[in-house]
Each structure stands twice: as structure tokens, then as C-alpha cells.
């Protein structure tokens, strides 16, 4: 306000004399002064049922403006309010790349000359054969030295029947050009500083354009200082806008609006705008003003070794890791221990870090995934339920396979070999990923939105946290005398270890048939059939003591039961689920536009981010979401609810846990109504979280 005081002084200073020019030349009668406003359509006739454009055009006089949807400094949008036949519809105004329009200090966003603002009209079926009339009572503030208010009645007619293009059909080519394209390929975040944000942009892979002079007009109302420079740098692959704060506005969870390519650059051949929706990651807003980066990471780095720690508790995890437990007991020196320890940890470390490497080499080439998201992949998923049914046999003594792939990770660790023992951790990693433990979400979305080097950091940090207390078990084997002495017991717990693995192997099986159906779990489930007949046969008739003919015969036969399950498998990956199969009831699926119209309206919504192969996420459902109480809180306080499935690969949903800063599920949202930010319950609930967070919370319909 102090700046802004000297500048309103002088305005009104000057208003007079501005004033009086302007007023000698108006028409008392125009209600649209210095401007013309018209309503023209793309199609002189359109098909029942069919949609097309209009356009919004408004005609101003040299030296005079109209605005954006965000005025900037000073101004406000243009708007029309429709009046159309029951059974046509209209969507909302698209508003083409403003320009800024600086007046004594000012900035705005608007536009000169002529614009057109474009919107899309459905028709009905039923007004086959008819003329309709589409007509609306347009408002905007037409603005020079000084500002009018601006209205104008618009219509324009169009028949039904045939579809037909209008003799104006051929300028709305030059309409569409200046509008904001969809940033799908595109990556973009917004990094919380101490002087406001820095707006990170990645090209779409292909894209070799200049972003020098580019521009981010924000869709918000004092978020950034609207006349201050955006100067812009290079981070990697990355290139950084610095936005400075408006200092009145608290930090969004997404920052939104246009970014405007310098001239002469276009996205596909004709646009230069990109609509921005780019997510403030939440760990990062908490942080940002008094630490700034480097708090950041800190947080983030502890964050990550206490969810890597949490994460050995996990159920997904255990499996494997009791494994390692067992090779503890073999007795192993002291020399023999560490140095298995060691490798598992390098195992554990080694895999986060290639994963990480992955992920974020997917997201920079424009793909929408996240944490886990090798698990929305079919195939991923019946590979890794052989795996398990497989080292689940050799557990058992169905067969040995000595230091072959199912029995490394268990076999070195009763063995001086190292493949084994590596291999453990790397298999633990792989099955850690459908788990989100507590402190991983925000550290994870927090690192995701972060140059290469600080991501790979806190992936690695987190890997450290989960391989920590076996590589302590190995260093300090005295914490081990607590077990029995090495004896026949040992193999008893071997074997009885192997049913946690075939339960895994349910688990996967089961959220492979959430993704392709029941045939697809079938065809999954007869392959393992012919894997542990594989098992079997090599088993009975071990190598060392069949004869030739025994060993070819039965070599054979496993060789075809394995080739009948990779096909059973490949084919089981292409059947395809029904959609929607974890809304019921009261949960509805997720639909962003109807959560985000929902929020605008106030109303409170809840959204349940899951997905099949996240144990977590089951658990919660079955101990807390879905039970009887929660529910019936749920219904007394009108929250709508929605089931966001991530399941499979969906852009909508991880476009939405990354303008929350999360990667992965289980997340738990909570809008509160009335206009408040999200509230993100923690990632293992009870009723008593929930209930505690829906304390207050009511819908404004429900209340009435």
C-alpha cells in the first residue's frame, strides 16, 4: 500500500484534465463508449446435438483497452451473461494471451484494438429443423486515462440441421491462434522463495525454441507484484522465471495462468501461450520464507530417512525382509555379516536411485506418473508375482536353484556369495514401492519438483532410512544373541516364511485383476499353476541325479510350462477392467471439474487417492473409510465423496497429487468448504484422525 498510495495521489491529480477530454467526445446515450461489441458464430447451421464456436468480438478505439481475466493492478474481466433457449448450453469465455498496459506505474493485463473472446454452444437434439437465437447482455470496463463501464446486448442466429460454416467461419482460425494451449508435455512447478516463486518450466520433448522474454501472467489476484521483472535462467533442462511475491496473498497450493512465449516463438507452429497450472509443493511453502532452499531440503531429507525407516514396517516389505532376518541366523563371522549387510544396503540404495532416475526421467519427458508407478504396469505386476511364487517354492524345497535369480536373494545370505545378498535389497526396494509410509508423501512430492540433484538426494536418503537397521544388525551382531543357536528350527522358519510370499503373490494377482479384469486374473493364476508345475518337475528329477534322457524330458517339460505362463501372462496383460470398480456407494469417482466446482461453491469434499496394489491404502479403507462411523460423518456433514484410482496410469490424478506435493498414495484430502486450502491427513489413518479433521466441517446446502 505504501507504493501504491503516491501513484493513486497522482491519478486522481490528473483525473481532471483526463476526464474532461474523455467526457467531451462521449455519447450520454452509447452504453458502450469508445468500443463495439458483436456476437458472431462460426456456423450459419449445426447438426442436432452437435457443438461449435462463437466469439465474443470487442472493437475498441486506438489508445483504449479492455481486460483479462485477471486485470493485474487495476481492471476487471469481460463477461456476458447468456440468455439461450432451454436445451442450448454455453461454456465459459476463453480469453486469449493478454498484453501488460502500464499506466504511471501500473500494470494491467489486457488487450487493444480487437479481441475475441470464444466459447462453445451445444445444441439439443431436439431443435432439429429450427433457427435458434443466441443472444447475451456482455459487460466490460473500457479503460484510457480513465475507465467506463461498457455493456452491449449481442446475438446472432443459427440454424439446425445440416452442418454449415458461416461466411465469418474464416477469422476464427486467427481467434483460436492467440488462445493458451494445454500444457500436456510440458513440465512446470512453482518453488516457493523468500521473494516469492521461482515458476520452473521443461519443454515438451522436441520443443527447441527460445524462452528468453517469456512472460507468466498469473490467473490470481495478488499472488506476484504484477510490475515487477521476470527474469529468467537456466537450470539444467529447466528454465526459471524469478516472480516476485505480492506480499499480501498467503502461498497457493497451485500458482495458475498463461505463460506467453516470446515473440516470434510458438508452441505447435501458431499458438505462444500455455495454460500453467504448475503445483506448489506444500513441504516447500512451509519452509520457503525463513529457510528457503536449503531448509527445504534439510526437512526434506529427514522427512525421508524417517519414512525409510517406517517403511520396513510396512506389510508389502516384510515379505523379503524376513528372509534377511533368517540369513542373520545362519551364523555367519563377523567378516562374512558386514559384508552382507553392506550389500544389501548398496542393494537398497542402488534400486531407489534407479527408480528415482526413471521417475524423473519420465516426468521431464512430459509423462504423468509418480511414486510407484512401475505397478500401474500389468506386466510389471505378473512378473513380479512369479517372482515371488517362485522364491515362495524354493523356500518350501520344491526345487533349489541354487545362485539362479529366485534363489539369490535368499540363498547368498546362507552362503559367502554377494550376488544374494545385493539381490535382497533389491527385490525389497522393488516391493517397498506400492508403500507410502508416514513422512514419505511430502518429502517425495517436495523432491519431484526439484533439480535433479536435490531429488536423486532425499530418493537416496530414503533408501539409506530402509536398509539402516539390517546394515546396524550386520556391524553389531551381539543384538543377534537374543535368536537361538543355528539348528533344524531354521529350516522350519524357512518354510514357514514362504507363505507370507505366496500371500504377496495374492496381493499382486488380486490388483492385477483390478486392472484386467477377471480373465486377466484367471490367465494369471493358471501361469503360476505351470510355474510351480515347472518347479516341480525340476525338483523331482534334480539334474545331479537324473539320467539323459530323464534330464531332457524334464527339462522340456519345464520349458514349456514356462513358455505356457509368459503367454498366459502377456495375454492376461492385455484384457482390460471394468472402469470404476473401487466407487461405490456414496463414492463417487474422481472428476476434477466436479471437484473443483464443488470447492468453488464452498462445499466440502474429500478425496480418497488409492489404488489396488497399495496395501496401505486397503487397510485404511477397510479400518477407517469405509467403516460405519466415518461414513455416517461423512453423510451428517454433506462431504462429497470421490475415489481417485491410480490403479492405472491416469493424468488427471497425478496432475492432482501434484498440486497437493505428493507423488504416490495413500493421499487423504480433505477441502473444508467455505473457500480453505486442503487439509492432508496423514498417510495411515483411524476413525479418530478423521473424525477429528471433520470437526467444524458442514455443507452450506446440508445446513439449510
Same mark, same amino acid.
Given at each position: 500500500m505504501a507504493r501504491l498510495f503516491p501513484l493513486l495521489v497522482l491519478l486522481l491529480a490528473a483525473f481532471p484534465a483526463a476526464a474532461q477530454s474523455a467526457f467531451d467526445d462521449l455519447d450520454p446515450n452509447d452504453p458502450s463508449p469508445y468500443s463495439e461489441a458483436a456476437l458472431v458464430s462460426e456456423a450459419a447451421s449445426v447438426a442436432p446435438g452437435d457443438s461449435f464456436t462463437v466469439a465474443l468480438v470487442l472493437t475498441q478505439d486506438p489508445g483504449w483497452h479492455s481486460y483479462w481475466l485477471n486485470g493485474g493492478d487495476a481492471g476487471q474481466p469481460t463477461t456476458i451473461e447468456w440468455d439461450l433457449p432451454e436445451g442450448v448450453t454455453a461454456g465459459d469465455l476463453r480469453f486469449p494471451v493478454p498484453e501488460t498496459i502500464e499506466i504511471g506505474g501500473l500494470v494491467s493485463y489486457g488487450y487493444e484494438d480487437e479481441v475475441a473472446l470464444l466459447a462453445t454452444v451445444t445444441v439439443d437434439?431436439?431443435?432439429a429443423g429450427r433457427e435458434i437465437a443466441l443472444a447475451g447482455s456482455a459487460d466490460w470496463l473500457i479503460c484510457a486515462d480513465i475507465c467506463l463501464p461498457a455493456s452491449a446486448e449481442v446475438q446472432t442466429t443459427v440454424a439446425v440441421g445440416a452442418g454449415k460454416l458461416a461466411e465469418e467461419a474464416g477469422r476464427f482460425q486467427a481467434w483460436r491462434e492467440p488462445l493458451p494451449m494445454d500444457a500436456r508435455g510440458w513440465t512446470t512447478e512453482a518453488i516457493p522463495t523468500a521473494e516469492g516463486f521461482d515458476l520452473r518450466v521443461i519443454p515438451a520433448p522436441g520443443w527447441a525454441g527460445?524462452?528468453?522474454? =517469456?512472460?507468466?501472467? &498469473? $490467473?490470481?489476484s495478488g499472488v506476484i507484484d504484477? =510490475?515487477?521483472?521476470? &527474469? $529468467?535462467?537456466?537450470?539444467?533442462e529447466a528454465y526459471v522465471l524469478a516472480l516476485d511475491g505480492s506480499g499480501i496473498a498467503d502461498t497457493p497450493s497451485t500458482l495458475s495462468g498463461t505463460l506467453a512465449l516470446p515473440e516470434g516463438e510458438t508452441l505447435d507452429g501458431a499458438h505462444r501461450g500455455l495454460e500453467v497450472r504448475a503445483p506448489v509443493p506444500q513441504i516447500a511453502a512451509a519452509s520457503?520464507?525463513?529457510?528457503?532452499?536449503?531448509?527445504?531440503?534439510?526437512?526434506?531429507l529427514l522427512l525421508a530417512l524417517g519414512g525409510g525407516l517406517l517403511l520396513n514396517l510396512m506389510p508389502c516389505v516384510f515379505p523379503i525382509l524376513s528372509i534377511k532376518i533368517l540369513g542373520f541366523a545362519q551364523g555367519h563371522d563377523d567378516a562374512t555379516m558386514r559384508r552382507h549387510g553392506l550389500l544389501f544396503g548398496a542393494g537398497v540404495l542402488v534400486s531407489f536411485l534407479v527408480l528415482a532416475g526413471a521417475l524423473l526421467a519420465l516426468r521431464g519427458a512430459g509423462e504423468a506418473v509418480g511414486w510407484g508407478f512401475q505397478l500401474q504396469s500389468p506386466p510389471v505386476i505378473a512378473a513380479l508375482a512369479v517372482l515371488m511364487t517362485g522364491l515362495a517354492l524354493w523356500m518350501l524345497g520344491v526345487v533349489e536353484f541354487g545362485g539362479r535369480l529366485m534363489g539369490a536373494a535368499a540363498q547368498a545370505d546362507r552362503r559367502e556369495g554377494a550376488g544374494g545378498a545385493f539381490l535382497s535389497g533389491v527385490l525389497a526396494t522393488l516391493v517397498a514401492t506400492p508403500c507410502t509410509a508416514p513422512f514419505m508423501g511430502a518429502a517425495l512430492g517436495w523432491a519431484l519438483v526439484q533439480p535433479a540433484a536435490a531429488a536423486l538426494a532425499v530418493f537416496a536418503t530414503l533408501g539409506v532410512g530402509m536398509a539402516l537397521p539390517y546394515v546396524l544388525l550386520s556391524f553389531f551382531p551381539a543384538w543377534l544373541q537374543r535368536l537361538p543357536t543355528p539348528g533344524p528350527w531354521m529350516e522350519t522358519l524357512?518354510?514357514?516364511l514362504a507363505f507370507p510370499l505366496f500371500l504377496t503373490a495374492v496381493w499382486l494377482v488380486w490388483t492385477f485383476g483390478a486392472q484386467t479384469g477377471i480373465n486377466g486374473a484367471g490367465a494369471l493364476l493358471a501361469a503360476l499353476v505351470l510355474v510351480g508345475l515347472a518347479a516341480w518337475v525340476v525338483g523331482r528329477w534334480p539334474g545331479a541325479t537324473a539320467s539323459g534322457a530323464a534330464r531332457l524330458a524334464t527339462r522340456g517339460l519345464a520349458v514349456l510350462a514356462?513358455?505356457?505362463?509368459?503367454a498366459l501372462t502377456i495375454y492376461g496383460s492385455q484384457q482390460t477392467a471394468s472402469a470404476g470398480t473401487t466407487a461405490s456407494g456414496a463414492w463417487a469417482p474422481f472428476d476434477p471439474a466436479e471437484v473443483q466446482s464443488l470447492v468453488a461453491a464452498g462445499e466440502p469434499v474429500f478425496v480418497d487417492f488409492t489404488a489396488t496394489w497399495c496395501l496401505t491404502c486397503q487397510a485404511n479403507k477397510a479400518s477407517t473409510l469405509r467403516t460405519d462411523a466415518v461414513e455416517r460423518a461423512f453423510q451428517d456433514r454433506g462431504v462429497h465423496l470421490f475415489v481417485a484410482d491410480w490403479t492405472r496410469r491416469d493424468d488427471d490424478i497425478t496432475a492432482a497429487l501434484d498440486a497437493l506435493g505428493r507423488s504416490?498414495?495413500?493421499?487423504?484430502?480433505?477441502?473444508?468448504?467455505?473457500?480453505a486450502d486442503p487439509v492432508l491427513l496423514p498417510e495411515v489413518l483411524t476413525p479418530g484422525v478423521v473424525l477429528d479433521a471433520l470437526d467444524g466441517v458442514s455443507s452450506p446446502l446440508a445446513s439449510r
Open positions: 437434439e431436439e431443435f527460445s524462452m528468453e522474454g =517469456a512472460y507468466f501472467f &498469473p $490467473l490470481d504484477y =510490475a515487477a521483472p521476470q &527474469p $529468467l535462467s537456466r537450470d539444467g520457503g520464507a525463513s529457510g528457503g532452499e536449503v531448509g527445504s531440503l534439510w526437512v526434506a524357512k518354510q514357514a514356462l513358455g505356457g505362463a509368459i504416490g498414495v495413500p493421499v487423504y484430502a480433505l477441502y473444508p468448504g467455505g473457500g
